[in-house]
């Protein structure tokens, strides 16, 4: 029994250490799982106003001298009744407006949607480069990639709510009025 007892406290002061290790190696893995869980919750905003979900609005950062920027989001409409965006409003710039893009006759259109916009009830509507979209013209300063900027959406049923822009990146179709005719 005498034999054992260096045996145990060898294994005791070795054993320890790689136990120790492993234990935090363990918490270091958590503590990055956890980080990397928490970061799409960062990064997509969402808001809420009645029945309505405001899904990650965004825009892209402006060139120097540009006098419009466009804005972006998801509207979800979890209630049992249609509801209608009317209006925009943001310090960023003079006006807010909704606009629809479309092709008609091989030409790229772009136009104010008159009387809003219909979410229906159980629905969704996507503004989206390319559809329906808002323009924030007049710009009083020019967004800048990861910066944010607020705006107020006002909704017929639901009124209104306070949400922020998150600006990305121009990407490659970021501004330029690709010889679109933009209408009043």
Not at 15 to 22: D, E, K, S, V
Not at 23 to 45: D, E, K, S, T, Y
Not at 64 to 70: E, F, I, Y
Not at 83 to 92: F, G, H, K, Q, V
Request: charged content about 20%; aromatic content about 6%.
């Amino acid at each position: 029994m005498s034999n054992l007892l260096p045996k145990v406290q060898t294994f005791a002061s070795h054993g320890a250490p790689t136990f120790h290790l492993q234990q935090r190696v363990g918490i270091a893995v958590l503590a990055l799982l956890l980080l990397f869980a928490c970061i799409p919750a960062a990064l997509a905003h969402e808001f809420k106003v009645g029945d309505l979900e405001i899904e990650h609005p965004w825009s892209r950062a402006t060139p120097p001298g540009a006098k419009v920027a466009g804005g972006y989001f998801t509207v979800v409409n979890k209630g049992s009744a249609p509801d209608r965006l009317l209006s925009i409003t943001s310090d960023i710039s003079e006006k807010a407006e909704l606009h629809a893009m479309g092709v008609k006759d091989g030409v790229m259109t772009m136009r104010p949607v008159e009387g809003g916009l219909e979410i229906p009830a159980g629905g969704k509507v996507a503004l989206k480069p390319g559809a329906y979209h808002l323009m924030f013209t007049g710009l009083k300063r020019q967004p800048k990639q990861g910066e944010k900027f607020p705006a107020t959406l006002t909704f017929e049923k639901a009124g209104s709510v306070k949400v922020e822009f998150l600006v990305e990146g121009m990407g490659e179709t970021g501004s330029g009025d690709m010889d679109m005719d933009h209408a009043e």
